[in-house]
Nanobody
């Protein structure tokens, strides 16, 4: 059974940057599709970014395009999310997730396509 642990959240000022990391143990990381979601208070969970198992394809939610960058290191079993130009509306709990099976070039965008989740890390954007 896979175990996912996020880190790197915290309080950041508008316009600032933060980098989230997700460490995954168990299973074969290089075969997992991986992604980031977020959930703000009173809102549904939202797709932020996804990356294929090979790392050759990426997809972003419309609200974070050109500001966030997803990456993965298949040698270290880690997933990262670089978040730049942060806005107050980016405030949420951020979750990493993995999906098993499928093409090594496929990017999962729907929450139902993921099989395991981390516990989440809070990111608060406020002055």
């Amino acid at each position: 059974q896979e175990h996912l642990v996020e880190s790197g959240g915290g309080l950041v000022q508008p316009g600032g940057s933060v980098r989230l990391s997700c460490s995954i143990s168990g299973g074969t990381f290089r075969e997992f599709g991986t992604g980031w979601f977020r959930q703000a208070v009173g809102k549904e969970r939202e797709f932020v970014a996804g990356i294929s198992p090979r790392g050759d394809r990426k997809s972003y939610g419309d609200s974070v395009k050109n500001r966030f960058t997803i990456s993965r290191d298949n040698t270290k079993n880690t997933l990262s999310l670089q978040m730049n130009s942060l806005k107050p509306e980016d405030t949420a709990v951020y979750f990493c997730a993995i999906g098993r099976g499928g093409s090594v070039h496929y990017v999962r965008k729907g929450a139902s396509e993921y099989d395991a989740w981390g516990q989440g890390t809070q990111v608060t954007v406020s002055s």
